[in-house]
Nanobody, 127 residues
Framework: QVQLVESGGGLVQAGGSLRLSCAASRRTFSTSAMGWFRQAPGKEREFVAAISWSGANTIYADSVKGRFTMSKDSAENTIYLQMNNLKPEDTAVYYC????????????????????WGQGLLVTVSS
């Protein structure tokens, strides 16, 4: 079973920054597109950002464009979500996900396209 280990959540004031990390096995990392999703209390899980297997392509939800940046470090088998200018509405549990694919440049923005999920990280942004 694919294991995704997340770290970096916590409490931050509005306008602050946090960086989330998600580590995977080398096999998973080298054969999967990766994504971040979030779920706020009482709401459905929503797409945040995704990166292709090759790392060349990224996409973002409109709500985070210009504030969040997703990247991957192939040497560390880790992906990151740098979150800047955080807002109270960014408060949610954030999930890392992996989608096995043979398409190096493909990115995925729906939860059903992902095979494996991390345990979730709570991010709380105070006003």
């Amino acid at each position: 079973q694919v294991q995704l280990v997340e770290s970096g959540g916590g409490l931050v004031q509005a306008g602050g920054s946090l960086r989330l990390s998600c580590a995977a096995s080398r096999r998973t990392f080298s054969t999967s597109a990766m994504g971040w999703f979030r779920q706020a209390p009482g709401k459905e899980r929503e797409f945040v950002a995704a990166i292709s297997w090759s790392g060349a392509n990224t996409i973002y939800a409109d709500s985070v464009k210009g504030r969040f940046t997703m990247s991957k470090d192939s040497a560390e088998n880790t992906i990151y979500l740098q979150m800047n200018n955080l807002k109270p509405e960014d408060t949610a549990v954030y999930y890392c996900a992996a989608a096995r694919t043979f398409l190096r440049g493909r990115v995925y923005d729906t939860a059903a396209q992902y095979d494996s999920w991390g345990q979730g990280l709570l991010v709380t942004v105070s006003s």
